[in-house]
């Protein structure tokens, strides 16, 4: 089993940085590709970035792209998500995934993915 807890949530104005994090327990840390989605208000939930096991590869989504950075490190059990220049649009709860399968290279995209979840950590984003 895997656990997940996102931290660094908060409200910061347009332009501004946050850096959000996810603390993983659980076996097999350093194996998993890990996930961020997010979910803002009446809407579904989107992917935001991907990150692979060894941090050697990334991906990201076309909104963020440029101005979110995903890392890892594997000796804390941790993945980041630094963002800058952040929009009002940002805005939403974020969310921390993992699949189920080691060495995922799937579809980072689909949330049906991913077997564990975070319970979210809130970022606002004033205009």
């Known amino acids: 089993q895997v656990q997940l807890v996102e931290s660094g949530g908060g409200l910061v104005q347009a332009g501004g940085s946050l850096r959000l994090s996810c603390a993983a327990s659980?076996?097999?840390?350093?194996?998993?590709?890990m996930s961020w989605f997010r979910r803002a208000p009446g809407k579904e939930r989107e992917f935001v970035a991907a990150?692979?096991?060894?941090?050697?590869?990334?991906d990201y989504s076309d909104s963020v792209k440029g101005r979110f950075t995903i890392s890892r490190d594997n000796a804390k059990n941790t993945v980041y998500l630094q963002m800058n220049n952040l929009k009002p649009e940002d805005t939403a709860v974020y969310y921390c995934?993992?699949?189920?399968?080691?060495?995922?290279?799937?579809?980072?995209?689909?949330?049906?993915?991913?077997?564990?979840w975070g319970q979210g950590t809130q970022v606002t984003v004033s205009s």
């Open positions: 659980g076996r097999a840390f350093s194996m998993r590709t």
């Open positions: 995934a993992a699949p189920a399968r080691l060495y995922y290279t799937g579809n980072y995209y689909n949330p049906s993915e991913y077997d564990y």
């Open positions: 990150v692979t096991w060894s941090g050697g590869s990334t």
